[in-house]
């Protein structure tokens, strides 16, 4: 079966970076789309970007200019480069893979890393 295991969340300040990193197992991610959820507390799950099987970055609104998401299909992984955090940010960020980004549900999930942004 395969495997997401996402790394790299942390306390930040406001304004400051962190890049998320998603790392896959016992497939081939060449041939699917993967990209990141988040959902923060008492919200619902959202989208917030995903980069298709041939190489398309889609981004939420509300993080398109901050956020920069790359696939390093060699390495089996992709990363989440963050900047300029704000508070809104704050969220368990999840990643996700499945043919076709924006899945309702995706084929695999991972178990998230929580990202806090707070002074």
């Known amino acids: 079966q395969l495997q997401l295991v996402e790394s790299g969340g942390d306390l930040v300040q406001p304004g400051g970076s962190l890049r998320l990193s998603c790392s896959a197992s016992r497939f081939n991610l060449d041939y699917y789309a993967i990209g990141w959820f988040r959902q923060a507390p008492g919200k619902e799950r959202e989208r917030v970007s995903c980069?298709?099987?041939?190489?398309?970055?889609l981004y939420a609104d509300s993080v398109k200019g901050r956020f920069t998401i790359s696939r390093h299909n060699a390495m089996n992984m992709i990363d989440l480069l963050m900047n300029s955090l704000k508070p809104e940010d704050t969220a368990v960020y999840y990643c996700a893979v499945d043919f076709e980004c924006w899945m309702v549900n995706p084929s695999g999930w991972g178990k998230g890393t929580l990202v806090t942004v707070s002074s």
């Open positions: 980069v298709t099987r041939d190489g398309i970055t």
